[in-house]
């Protein structure tokens, strides 16, 4: 086998079955570095996602006892506001008296409260349009049309159980998961 | 620039003829790493090692922004930060370690690199350009590493930032000031840490810029081979793709074997316990190291024990560290041989063997060893050789060496024969 | 070509004067090393070579063990030494389910603030929180403890040469200074408020023996406390403490290096046959 060939072109010595081979090879080499960039794309991915530490905060404890009729508190649940609402037997009233049909997004007040605390309402204060807090928890806010919540950015207006009643929002203020740990202590999350 | 037997881009669809016309980038990336490049067939694996460092540059500038992500440089809470990537960042701790040894193998390549260029004279005419621009990656590369290492606020870090910068009150009269400037303060602080971040975002992307303008030196003279012989004819080369990218394949290959070794089961073998003690302004670590990376360099500063005439010894010594690395930019011009491989240089081969690698590992020893005998003495005498090899022995050996008997071409030299001159002589069959 | 005869000739000269300075420099460090008697340092031991269950490239954690090194920590380290960078929540990696660590959170204090008032005071722990403090800040840590600061062990076992061995022969190696070693070193005499180990490098340590005899703590797995074993067992939980993620370290490395080695091959065959058709055939 003295055979040397002085010049790049490889084409024209190999045989079919070596031009295979040789096909057969650099598609596997070529495959292999491709599943290898694909598997560094997860964790450069993963690595945005919540970290351990967020990931763990992410339930809160909220003391109720001190909240009079009428009265709401503002809380902190995974970084955003959480309102606490006592609501007046009037206001339940209103919310009851409402046809649930008849809404955009249809729940009654006892969907969106627990059995036997239908007077503490419990929901994100985040509107669910573009995530502006809603006005209404404080003393003193405009509650809107409807007696409930008022979001400023874009008008929704959001009825004594914080459901939309006008404006662009599409869904009621979410009830996010949570329950009584005591009569006064609700756990969120 | 190229030969003119180069192979020329053809686009073969409509996509690819568009894009020609427009925004020729797959022409570009033809020419340069594709099969338009004619590369001389003979270099060894030693020629790997510059897509090795454009690699790791890669890992780097990838790893760091995403490590960014989640670290805040403030001094409260800096060491903090980089224990939350440890511990509860998704895969944080990985990229981590992928970081700290991706530094470690970027040196360990471009040191390899420039090994592969000190024997081959790869500075030498018509690849100047090349060499220099190199040599300011490499000091890019060093600025880069160390205002890097400041950012965990370990102990290392802090101590580190606090003697590197003290490198520069050694300069008479000035001194003093241009160090507090540098630092904004009067020792690392937050100022310090927050403008090392900035620059340490900045410079690798720098850096990115000057590797392209070393590719696009490159590009004028061809690649430099084993032999030193320049190409003489289509014979002395093949094309980068699929020759030299699947080469290169195969070294990136044994490259990531290696460093992912170290990653995943030694990955703080190269770094400094103390830097996981977070940084106290008030007590100093018993030895201040540098990385490994900088070693050799540490041992030349603390070499110079005893003031020059006038010169401190403290100045003397930060002088003669800048000085060390400055000097590759004037090799070019002090190396006249005709001849550039070591192979063919007998007297130049037993200065390098026997002189500048044993002088190198000495350096690189003290400069990782306590400041006490017999490592400073050692030190001493491998830095004079040190200075002694580039500024005295080079010039004058390119001048008295008798060089040995050259190929007539690359093709000769890997065949035994080039049909061109040695008509007749030729076994193979005409292709 | 005189132009860069010149050069040359500056460079010869500069090359011959950096020489010459360092030179120098190596004829007094010579002179001086032969004529003064250089210090010699106190010998301090280098760590003992024990055998853990996390050493090695398939090392797991041995969850029991990691379990009797936190109460050590709990009992006794942690009246001087925090652990700041390790949430209770943390715990659950050791073994520990999510109402236990609750509850172990529940029991521990930590610094808050009156939801009242404003006023600092304090809380129940929860999972989220970290270990507490035993000092307030530095400065109180270092009134309480004759101005040497008990150093935080998150990261202990990494912070130290051979950690993991080091901590554990530190602990265990408390001793009397030999007679040989005071003859030889007389300035290696623990002062006042200073206790001899050989593993610490400067021999006299502040910190006063911790664990001094067998039923110190008692293990609820009913492995017996000798000292010994409460030293491995911290050890063993500080090598944690300090990188939680170790085995899943290991254990994600050899799906990759497999995988690399594999790509290697293929990578190195591939190479061949490209090769094949130019390299000269023997």
């Known amino acids: 086998m003295a055979d040397t060939t002085a010049t790049a072109t490889p084409e024209t010595t190999t045989t ?103 007077d503490i309402l419990v929901t994100m204060g985040v509107c669910t349009h573009l995530g502006c807090v809603p006005l209404g928890a404080a003393e003193g806010e405009v509650k809107g049309e409807f007696g409930g919540y008022f979001c400023p950015c874009h008008g929704s207006h959001y009825d004594t159980a914080g459901r939309i009643r006008k404006g662009p929002a599409p869904t009621n203020l979410e009830v996010p998961e949570y329950e009584f740990t005591s009569d006064t202590v609700i756990q969120v999350g | 620039m190229s030969f003119p037997w180069a192979r020329q881009y053809e686009p073969k669809n409509g996509l690819t003829k568009f894009l020609d016309e427009r925004l020729p980038l797959p022409r570009l990336v033809y020419n340069a790493v594709g099969a338009g490049y004619p590369v001389p067939r003979n270099l060894s694996y030693f020629w790997n090692f510059g897509v090795l460092a454009g690699f790791f540059l890669v890992v780097q500038i990838v790893t760091g922004v995403v490590l960014a992500m989640h670290y805040a440089a403030n001094a409260q809470v800096a060491f903090a930060t980089t224990e939350h990537i440890m511990r509860d960042v998704n895969w944080g701790w990985l990229m981590r370690y992928a970081h700290a040894n991706g530094a470690s193998f970027f040196f360990i390549v471009v040191y390899l690199h420039i090994f592969r260029g000190l024997f081959y004279s790869s500075y030498k005419a018509p690849r100047e350009m090349i060499w220099l621009l190199g040599v300011v990656i490499f000091l890019l590369m060093m600025a880069t590493a160390f205002m890097g290492y400041v ?110 070794a170290m990653v995943f089961f030694l990955p703080n073998a190269l770094g400094h316990p103390d830097n996981y003690i977070e940084a106290n302004p008030l007590s100093t670590p018993a030895h201040i190291v540098p990385e490994w990376y900088f070693w050799p360099f540490y041992a030349i500063l603390r070499a110079f024990t005893v003031d020059f005439f006038f010169v401190p010894a403290k100045l003397m010594g930060v002088i003669a560290m800048f000085a060390s690395i400055l000097l590759w930019f004037f090799l070019p011009w002090l190396d006249k041989s005709p001849v550039r491989s070591g192979h063919y240089r007998p ?79 030729n076994t193979s069959p005409a292709v | 070509m005189t132009k860069l005869l010149s050069v040359r000739l500056v460079a010869i000269l500069v090359g011959l004067g950096f020489t010459v300075a360092v030179l120098w420099g190596f004829l007094v460090g010579a002179y001086n090393a032969a004529t003064e008697e250089a210090a010699g340092h106190v010998p301090y031991e280098h760590p003992k070579e024990l055998s853990w269950s996390f050493d090695g490239p398939f090392g797991k954690w041995d969850k029991a063990q990691l379990q009797r090194g936190l109460k050590v920590y709990d009992e006794v380290c942690s009246a001087c030494h925090s652990l700041k960078f390790v949430a209770f929540r943390d715990l659950e990696q050791i073994g520990y389910s999510e109402a236990m660590v609750k509850a172990y959170a529940a029991a521990k204090t930590v610094p ?88 610490f490098p400067n021999l006299n340590l502040a910190m006063a023996p911790p664990l001094t005899s067998t039923g110190q703590v008692t293990y609820d797995d009913g492995t017996e406390a000798t000292v010994e074993q409460m030293s491995k067992d911290v050890a063993a939980f500080l090598t944690w403490t300090a990188e939680p993620t170790l085995v899943k370290r290991k254990q994600t490395g050899w799906p990759v290096l497999i995988f690399l080695l594999f790509a290697t091959v293929l990578a190195y065959m591939s190479k061949k046959q490209i090769w094949s058709a130019v390299k000269p055939k023997k």
């Open chain 2, 347 to 425: 007297l130049f081969r037993k200065f390098f063997w026997f002189g500048l690698i044993p002088a190198m590992i000495v350096l690189f020893i003290c400069g990782g060893a306590p400041a006490e005998e017999p490592y400073v003495m050692l030190s001493q005498i491998a830095t004079a050789y040190y200075f002694l090899h580039f500024l005295v022995i080079l010039p004058i050996i390119s001048s008295v060496e008798k060089p040995e008997p050259l190929p007539y071409s690359i093709t000769e030299a890997v065949l035994g024969s080039d049909k061109k001159v040695v008509k007749g002589e």
């Open chain 1, 16 to 118: 079919e079955d070596g031009i295979r081979r040789r096909d057969f090879l650099d598609i596997a080499a070529v495959s292999a570095a491709g599943i290898g960039g694909l598997a560094v794309v997860y964790p450069l991915v993963s690595q945005m996602a919540p970290s351990k530490d967020v990931l763990a905060a992410s339930s809160t404890e909220v003391d109720i006892s001190a909240i009079e009729p009428g009265q709401a508190i503002k809380a902190v649940f995974r970084k955003q506001p959480l309102f606490v609402k006592r609501l007046t037997p009037a206001e339940i009233e209103a919310a009851n008296a409402t046809a649930t049909g008849s809404l955009r997004d249809p729940q009654s007040l006892a969907d969106r409260t627990k059995e036997g605390h239908e």
């Open chain 2, 151 to 260: 950012l965990p606020w370990g102990q290392m870090s802090f101590w580190g930032a606090k003697v590197i910068t003290g490198l520069f009150g050694a300069i008479p009269l000035v001194g003093e000031p241009i160090q507090v400037w540098l630092l904004g303060g009067f020792a690392p602080d937050n100022a310090a840490l927050n403008r090392f971040f900035s620059l340490h975002f900045l410079l690798p992307f720098v850096i990115a810029g000057v590797v392209i303008l070393h590719i696009w030196a490159l590009h004028i003279p061809g690649s430099s081979n084993p032999t030193g012989v320049e190409v003489k004819s289509e014979s002395d080369t093949v094309p980068f793709h699929p020759y030299y990218t699947a080469k290169d394949g195969f070294g990136l290959g044994i490259a990531l074997l290696l460093y992912f």
């Open chain 3, 112 to 199: 808050g603030i009156d939801p009242n008032t404003g006023e600092a005071s304090t809380r129940p722990g929860l999972p989220t929180d970290y270990f507490p403090s035993p000092y307030p800040n530095n400065v109180a840590a270092a009134a309480a403890n004759n101005n040497a600061i008990p150093p935080d062990l998150s990261l202990m076992t990494k912070a130290r040469g051979d950690g993991t061995n080091y901590v554990a022969s530190l602990l265990m190696g408390y001793q009397e200074p030999s007679a040989e070693l005071l003859e030889e070193h007389p300035e290696a005499a623990p002062g006042p408020g200073l206790y001899h180990n050989p593993y």
